[in-house]
């Protein structure tokens, strides 16, 4: 079975001026942890997760996570929040992109996500154009939905 089968073609991009509040407000809205990021052809330029909006936000914040007795100053972390909110996309995306193409089988793509610890990766065309995203789920569903439907079947 190859990406087409499984991906999702409706997904959501932004360009490299959007700010990181127009991002953050699609990641959570739309329920997504990445957005690629697109020039006017939507050929990929980049991507941003959510992780990437937590770095911007405190570089080393793992450090406050793991120890949440350190946090001091809440205040201090609310206004590092409304300040970020006007960077820009190209200020905090990766550039180094790892995707797939529609032709890929998905035992590929979900080996390259599991050694690259990725939950997701863009779709590119033959154009290099985005035209979809695939999850883990994505591809957990289509191994198991044939056995999930008999089990169902068997309930009845």
Not at 34 to 59: M, N, Q, S
Request: proline residues 3%; glycine residues 4%.
């Amino acid at each position: 079975m190859n990406v087409s089968a499984v991906m999702s073609r409706s997904i959501f991009t932004a360009y490299p001026n959007s700010t990181v509040k127009e991002l953050w407000r699609l990641l959570f809205a739309k329920h997504v942890n990445a957005i690629p990021v697109v020039d006017k052809k939507r050929l990929l330029l980049g991507i941003v997760t959510k992780e990437d909006i937590l770095r911007a936000l405190y570089p080393d914040y793992q450090e406050y996570f793991q120890d949440v007795t350190s946090i001091q100053d809440f205040e201090e972390m609310e206004e590092k929040v409304a300040g970020i909110g006007t960077k820009k996309a190209s200020d905090i995306m990766c550039k180094k992109v790892i995707f797939t193409r529609v032709d890929t089988p998905i035992m590929r793509v979900l080996s390259r996500m599991i050694v690259r610890s990725l939950n997701q990766l863009p779709v590119l065309s033959e154009n290099n154009e985005v035209i979809g995203m695939v999850t883990k789920g994505d591809i957990f569903y289509a191994l198991f939905k044939k056995r999930l439907q008999k089990a169902k079947k068997s309930k009845k």
